[in-house]
């Protein structure tokens, strides 16, 4: 009885060990605080192993480049541009490694996606602001993070006082939760010195009410 026991707890530890098993990176911090830049070494880091890779940002990020990927350090590597979440899993078919930057812009249709990509064997890495301008959570990266595997949280340094930080601070008086800018309209801020205007306080009680 005992023998056969093990002999099938054997035999299922060998399929789980040679069995492909994908998993899920989340890369997340405030703006500035290098999340693209550590998305770009892990790709590249892939491709010196010999894996197929592909990275995809969504269509409403041109900031620097309209088919790359570009980090505030002017890293670079060459992404597709995607309308829907959806639209990278039909286009990964044939690669091994994902990557996904600036998450935030997608719906949240790309936590499915995510989880079938990875379901299905794949490594998906997925970097993106884990909070808004007002440090509210950013969906949707807090459901991202509670999904995946292993977890990365970058810091910037505030721009006042030189603290690691994690927030973002906007200089402009829009209230909307996506305004895409770089630095004439965000910095860097740790918690002490990250302002938040009365208007923006009264739009998020609104939001949650």
Do not use: W
Not at 75 to 81: A, F, I
Not at 134 to 150: G, H, K, S, V
């Amino acid at each position: 009885m005992h023998s056969i026991i093990n002999i099938t707890m054997n035999e299922n530890l060998q399929i789980r060990t040679f069995k492909k098993t994908g998993h899920i990176e989340v890369i997340c911090g405030s703006m500035f605080s290098g999340k693209t830049e550590e998305l770009i070494r892990r790709i590249r880091r892939a491709e010196i192993a010999k894996q197929r890779v592909k990275v995809f940002k969504p269509k409403i990020d041109t900031r620097y480049s309209e088919f790359e990927i570009v980090s505030h350090n002017e890293q670079s590597y060459p992404s597709e541009v995607v309308n829907d979440a959806d639209e990278i899993l039909e286009k990964s078919f044939d690669v091994e490694v994902i990557g996904i930057d600036e998450a935030q812009f997608f719906e949240n249709n790309l936590i499915k996606v995510v989880q079938d990509l990875a379901d299905s064997g794949r490594r998906v890495i997925v970097a993106g602001l884990d909070q808004d301008y007002r440090a509210m959570p950013f969906e949707p990266i807090p459901q991202l993070l509670a999904i995946a595997e292993y977890i990365s949280k970058t810091l910037a340094v505030c721009v006042i006082c030189g603290a690691p930080a994690n927030r973002t601070q906007r200089n402009t008086q829009s209230s909307e939760q996506i305004l895409i800018g770089e630095k004439n309209h965000y910095e860097a801020r740790c918690r002490l010195h990250h302002v938040v205007s009365i208007e923006s306080k009264k739009d998020n009680l609104i939001l949650n009410k």
